[in-house]
């Protein structure tokens, strides 16, 4: 997608094109407020629970509703952008996403709630392309375009900060149903800003692969469910076919990817090594990182019963940290090389959840914050030189693709960790124990050694100026 309205002046400061500020300031609240759901609604889980009940499934279902529809439609989501134009999908992204906020907040039971978060998802998957697609094309200068991006990552950087505060706040003393109401004014804001908003692009007419995708939803949905209940309730007859389901809805998908002319995963894509090894490190770090964070939440409350105001605190300083690691790791990459920061981000991560095993009822704050400080930076080293390393090893023309395969991974391994670790660390009970999050803790080590050993296996060509 090309932007095509306004021609830049050459030398001196880029000339913003008109309109082009109101444009970052749309894609920046939408990104912001897609990334601020995740993370307030996880600390909202206590207040959910006792409202409505549903026992930890519930919960984990809560989150995992949205992240795996989130994940599974990115896949098809920038085909849809491309198709009906940034301006148009975001829009469309953004209204539902507000509507499904309204949904959440007026659920009166469980299943309403957790079918509302399928369409915040399904949004949010479109929220995201669209919004990037639309800071693209709203400059035209490729130095003020560089610029804008970087306010719009750093934006949701920022809101990862913001989402543990203002869950808490919100829940402790306004009621979580106000986790989703505050979406509503932001997502009016946004409409009011893309009125009139004369950006032109050029539309592509990309086919979409719906057998495919409609596959993936159902391969990564009944995952997840035989995942939660084999957690709660043993592997019985429910599971076990949500079990066959998932595979037999996985081998269709590769059987219609190969047949497909124009496929929503293109697998000889996926094979290649460099494209391959980025998914897996980057299923591995959210595996690791969200799990976490999932773990912490339930641990703030449940374990040492602390409200969700001063648990959504906890998680300002090791946000900050991230946001730092995010800023820091290209720089680091110039002077010990990509491969050795990928690898070592995930080994640091996976030393982050070993750290929490002290955890216990009355471990001081400021231990716990020293704790913390290896899962808040080790992933975020990772994470940003991965995504730089897989557009490296693609064509300009699949890159779009790739990011998006890549999206659907990072968001598979966290919906993937939360379904595992709401089983093992509160089993039937609902309630998280210290020995069970131990166990969860230990499993997520180990998937984050795994993969940075993959990460390792691949041989790279030698070359006389680090990657960065």
């Known amino acids: 997608m090309t932007a095509v309205a306004h021609e830049v002046p050459s030398g001196g400061p880029a000339a913003a094109p008109a309109g082009s500020v109101r444009a970052l300031l749309a894609a920046l609240l939408g990104f912001t407020v897609i990334t601020v759901d995740v993370s307030a609604v996880n600390i909202a889980l206590p207040y959910l629970h006792r409202d409505l009940g549903g026992g930890m499934a519930g919960l984990q279902w809560v989150v995992d509703a949205y992240t795996l529809m989130f994940a599974a439609l990115m896949l098809s989501a920038g085909a849809v952008t491309d198709r009906v134009g940034p301006v148009r999908a975001y829009a469309l992204g953004v209204v539902l996403f ?41 400059y035209d200068d490729a130095r003020a375009r560089g610029q804008a991006i970087a306010v719009w990552t750093i934006g949701g950087s920022a809101a990862m900060a913001l989402g543990p505060v203002a869950g808490g706040l919100l829940s402790e003393y306004a009621g979580w149903r106000w986790v989703f109401l505050v979406n509503v004014p932001v997502g009016i804001l946004i409409v009011a800003l893309l009125a009139g908003l004369r950006i032109r692009a050029v539309r592509r007419r990309s086919p979409l692969d719906l057998p495919g995708q409609a596959l993936a939803v159902v391969a990564l949905s009944a995952l997840t469910y035989a995942v939660i209940e084999a957690g709660h309730s043993g592997w019985h007859a429910g599971a076990l076919l949500a079990a066959a389901i998932s595979v037999s809805a996985a081998g269709a998908f590769v059987v219609v990817e190969h047949r497909s002319a124009a496929p929503v995963l293109p697998l000889g894509l996926v094979a290649r090594g460099r494209v391959a090894v980025a998914l897996v490190s980057g299923f591995g770090i959210n595996f690791g990182f969200y799990g976490g964070i999932f773990l912490l939440g339930l641990y703030y409350q449940q374990v040492r019963g602390w409200s969700g105001a001063e648990a959504g605190l906890m998680f300002v300083i090791p946000a900050a940290m991230t946001t730092c690691a995010n800023v820091v790791a290209p720089r680091l990459a110039y002077v010990v090389g990509r491969r050795p920061l990928i690898v070592g981000g995930q080994l640091i991560l996976a030393v982050g959840m070993l750290a929490l095993f002290p955890l216990s009822t009355t471990t001081p704050v400021w231990l716990v914050l020293v704790l913390l400080v290896p899962l808040a930076t080790g992933g975020a080293l990772a994470i940003t ?84």
């Open 98 to 138: 507000t509507v499904a906020s309204v949904a959440c907040a007026a659920a009166p039971v469980m299943p309403a709630l957790i079918a509302a978060r399928v369409l915040q998802g399904a949004a949010a998957a479109l929220v995201m392309p669209a919004s990037l697609a639309l800071v693209r094309v709203a």
């Open 385 to 468: 030189l991965v995504t730089a390393d897989l557009i490296d090893a693609v064509e300009p023309a699949r890159v779009g693709v790739a990011t998006g395969a890549l999206s659907t991974f990072r968001q598979t391994g966290g919906a993937i960790a939360v379904a595992v670790f709401g089983g093992l660390g509160a089993g039937a009970s609902g309630i998280l124990t210290l020995p069970g999050m131990r166990v969860c803790l230990l499993v997520g080590a180990v998937v984050l050694v795994l993969t940075a050993l993959i990460a390792t296996a691949r041989r790279r060509k030698p070359q006389a100026l680090r990657e960065g």
